[in-house]
């Protein structure tokens, strides 16, 4: 273990350094500029307003009869939108400095007239909402005007808060609106007047106030807020002084801890950035401590914060707007992506753990006693014992509650969790409070691991809350977080107080002025995090609403196709290749907005063709994944600039050791394109446990192949050999296809008398051609659920088809009306060139068998090397 020791001058450089990781930070989410004097309380309160507005209309207390007023302060979705916009681009204005010379202290009186302008436009269809009513389609000239002006302003706005990417992606998608006609031909469209696009842009709820700045205002402000509320009541520091009790004292022990606390960070964060600096300060220093060069201690730190938006139950605000674009609940959503991000996660510590074991790096010391392996197997089986035992005791707790207290069960609750929040503030007042050890000191040991999970127990009831709503009463995202985040403003106006009365401490007074003020500055500091979210949100709208408008998500799927030469493999590398490339300096959220609206049709219409039918789902975390993964990817790879900062290494070699460390992220897209059983899609229990237990092998199998090291350093066929074992625990049912085919081509003649012998409800494939609705021709593949009937036909008309032979064809001679076989496509006059039905197969999980002969194999050669090894490098073996 390496010692580090500071003199004045590295503690006047570590000064500057903070600064300079602060100004960071608040350049990319909260605004660099803090003014001083009346302007600063003005920014301020902006802020605080408008999270007590957003507050206000996700609870139910607008729709309450109060005494004498009745209800009020009701708004609808787009009047929403409008106000939560107006307020994201006044603060924009004065939160974010124009230039990097501009001033930081005090805001120009230009900012002031640009946000006030900017706040007007904003708002403008909340203002004049009536009128613009009565004209739908019919802007007037003060329309177009304040239209136009709002539309600079916000391009303006994201500059500002995003950087120059984004709004530079808007003017692109604007200016091909305008000039359709002048473009090349392969992209060329017809055109749209200033008009028509002011109107489509702003006044209408299909481009900037469409659904991803819905979105924004429904669900993202409140689970942002719960964050920043969170992690003023301690909670961040609670989550990475548990991650190192835990794991800080294996090898490579900081950077597994760095990877859990950035992952416990990244499920309420909205931001790779603010997630390396946060975690990052603490975690990157220790990685080094114990032999981590500066760019693997901040590749580490960034795979696990850029991980960290792929996991739910936030994703970067990405699963609120899964659920608006895809069309499944939000409990659906994360259920698909929860397996792929957990086995990415395990991974990530297992590329930690093999840098460890190549350099054999130790933990740090753990301090207190140190108990027996056994000890802590019993102790961690005790705790998740009683923890599945008092999940069954809520569960059924308040399902016997409900019945019994009627209208009162909602009271009767209150007070209970009350009750247990006591109980858990009472429990933490026995330890000391947590404090963060500084990682330039020489020496540190590791916090004592039962007071350390003690002291912040109370943290854990408000997402518990926010999953109970979610998972089991069902709630909207947004009530959720309205009631997760009431407790944590009820958490932080008391623990402190209470903290102070159970340890009998005299200052209940400033305790609780204390906790007051944590919760203003909670309640700002979501706010003015959620800035860039929401200019982001708005222009990414402008993408959206140009490709609704031109279509040009059909070009793009032509040009991908052309690029392509119809190889679906070398078209789903191309849509990755381009998801990077769009969301090159793009925040998570716009990020995803953008590559989903562009790309995500291109993959399904394009699958489509080549015969692979692929859930709507797995198309957008497949364009989600490769988003983020521009995070990472350098030369513009935004947290590997940020982690940089933090170690002193190079960003751009950073940035390709994190990409090296993501290429597990980067794999998974494919295999659950391929194999939907990684998204849990239409799986039972039991099948979802062995597709955990296998997904999770491959994973580490292919980590293994491609660091080099599995149990040694492994020779160039054992790499293959590792590819190929983790290829097909992933696949299985690709060598299985191999062997025996899983469908029988039927001629397109023979398909009514063959369906007289296949049983309704089988899956069907059939192969068309055609053409489209405006007479392009067409090729694709529909997947059909047989219908019921006594023979071939009545099971072809049980999916709304009826088939004629015509000269050798077979063509669609009729087509139900909102039939199945309608929605999947087909239509009158088509040619049916081929049916496949689907043919009796051997499991696919046979497979795994000689896959796990050959690893067994391989660990047996490896393990025999390792010892060979170490028995040559021992000074006994030298002298024989």
């Not at 107006?86 to 230039?99: E, I, S, V, W």
């Not at 959503?333 to 397996?339: C, D, K, M, P, Y």
């Not at 460890?356 to 392996?373: E, F, T």
């Not at 107080?497 to 979501?526: C, K, S, Y």
């Amino acid at each position: 273990m390496t010692n580090l020791h500071s003199g004045p001058a590295d503690a006047a450089d570590q000064t500057s350094d903070d600064k300079d990781l602060q100004d960071m930070v608040a350049a990319n989410d909260t605004g660099a500029r803090i003014p001083d004097g009346w302007q600063g309380k003005v920014l301020l309160g902006a802020a605080l307003v408008w999270s007590l507005f957003q507050l206000w209309i996700a609870s139910p207390l607008p729709f309450y009869d109060w005494p004498i007023i009745g209800s009020f302060g009701i708004f609808n979705d787009t009047e929403v939108r409008a106000i939560h916009l107006g307020f994201a681009t006044f603060l924009a204005f004065t939160a974010y400095p124009a230039f990097t010379g501009s001033p930081r202290h005090h805001i120009p009186v230009t900012d002031i007239a640009l946000s006030l302008l900017g706040a007007f436009g904003a708002s403008y269809i909340f203002v004049f909402y009536e009128q613009l009513a009565t004209r739908p389609g019919l802007p007037n000239t003060q329309d177009l005007v304040v239209a136009i002006t709002g539309l600079v302003l916000l391009l303006e706005a994201a500059r500002r808060t995003l950087g120059p990417p984004l709004m530079i992606v808007a003017i692109v998608f604007l200016t091909y609106s305008l000039g359709g006609a002048y473009m090349p031909e392969l992209i060329a469209h017809k055109g749209v007047s200033l008009e028509e696009l002011i109107n489509h842009q702003w006044l209408t709820t299909e481009g900037v106030f469409g659904i991803a700045l819905g979105v924004s205002s429904n669900f993202v402000f409140l689970f942002v807020l719960f964050g920043a509320l969170l992690d003023k009541a301690g909670a961040g520091n609670y989550f990475i002084q548990v991650a190192f009790s835990l794991l800080g004292h294996m090898r490579g022990g900081p950077a597994k801890a760095a990877v859990v606390s950035s992952g416990l960070t990244g499920l309420i964060s909205g931001s790779s950035i603010a997630n390396v600096v946060t975690t990052g300060t603490f975690t990157i220093p220790m990685m080094k401590r114990v032999g981590f060069s500066s760019e693997k201690a901040g590749a580490v730190e960034v795979a696990s914060s850029v991980n960290g938006q792929i996991m739910p139950p936030v994703m970067g605000a990405a699963a609120f707007l899964m659920v608006e674009y895809v069309g499944i609940s939000y409990v659906q959503v994360i259920t698909h992506a929860f397996l792929p991000a957990l086995i990415s996660y395990l991974a990530l510590i297992y590329i930690v753990h093999l840098e460890a074991l190549k350099q054999d790096m130790q933990g740090l010391p753990r301090r207190g006693v140190i108990k027996s392996w056994q000890a802590r197997l019993i102790g961690i089986l005790s705790g998740f014992l009683a923890t599945a035992l008092i999940a069954f005791g809520v569960y059924y707790g308040i399902g016997w509650i409900k019945p019994v207290f009627g209208e009162l069960a909602g009271l009767v609750i209150a007070v209970l969790l009350a009750a247990v929040y006591i109980a858990l503030i009472r429990f933490a007042a026995k330890v000391p409070d947590l404090k963060l050890d500084d990682p330039n000191q020489p020496m540190v040991e590791l916090p004592e691991v039962g007071p350390t999970v003690k002291s912040g127990l109370h943290f854990l009831l408000p997402v518990v809350v926010l999953v109970w709503c979610l998972m089991i009463e069902r709630l909207s995202p947004g009530l959720s977080a309205f009631w997760a985040t009431a407790l944590m403003v009820a958490i932080l106006l008391t623990q402190r107080p209470l903290m102070a009365f159970f340890r009998q401490e005299q200052n209940l007074g400033t305790r609780l002025n204390q906790g007051f003020a944590e919760l203003i500055d909670g309640l700002i500091t979501g706010a003015r995090n959620m800035i860039g979210i929401g200019i982001a949100t708005a222009t990414a709208g402008i993408i959206v609403g140009a490709v609704s408008q031109t279509g040009v998500g059909s070009v793009l799927a032509d040009l991908v196709e052309v690029l392509s030469m119809g190889n679906l493999l070398l078209m789903l590398i191309l849509t990755a290749v381009l998801s990077l490339i769009l969301g090159m300096g793009l925040p998570t959220t716009a990020n995803y907005i953008v590559v989903s609206s562009l790309l995500a049709p291109v993959v399904i219409s394009l699958g489509q063709e080549s015969g692979l039918i692929v859930p709507l789902i797995a198309v957008h975390l497949f364009v989600f994944y490769f988003g983020i993964m521009a995070d990472v990817t350098p030369p513009v790879g935004l947290a590997s600039f940020a982690a940089a900062a933090v170690s002193g290494g190079d960003p751009i070699r950073t940035g390709f050791v994190a990409f090296a460390y993501s290429l597990r992220t980067a794999a998974l897209p494919f295999l659950f394109i391929f194999n939907t059983d990684l998204l849990l899609i239409d799986v039972t229990w039991l099948e979802g446990v062995q597709i955990f237990i296998t997904s999770t092998i491959a994973m580490l199998v292919f980590t293994a192949a491609t660091q080099g090291y599995f149990f040694s350093r492994s020779r160039w066929y054992e790499t293959v050999l590792l590819l190929l074992i983790a290829f097909s625990m992933f696949r299985p049912g690709f060598w299985m296809d191999r062997i025996v085919e899983p469908y029988k081509l039927v001629e397109p003649s023979a398909v009514v008398q063959t369906l007289d012998n296949v049983e309704p409800g089988t899956e069907l494939r059939f192969w068309i051609e055609g053409e489209d609705a405006v007479g392009n021709a067409r090729s694709f593949v529909a997947n059909l659920t047989l219908g019921e009937g006594s023979n071939g036909q009545e099971r072809l008309a049980g999916i709304g088809i009826e088939l004629l032979n015509n000269n050798d064809k077979v063509i669609v001679d009729y087509v139900g009306f909102d039939s199945a076989a309608e929605k999947a496509g087909l239509a009158f006059d088509q040619i049916i060139t081929g049916v496949q039905v689907p043919q009796a197969q051997p499991p696919k999980q046979l497979m795994y068998i000689p896959a796990l002969a050959l690893l067994v194999m391989l660990i047996m050669i490896q393990r025999r090397r390792r010892n060979a090894d170490q028995v040559s490098a021992s000074p006994a073996g030298s002298h024989s």
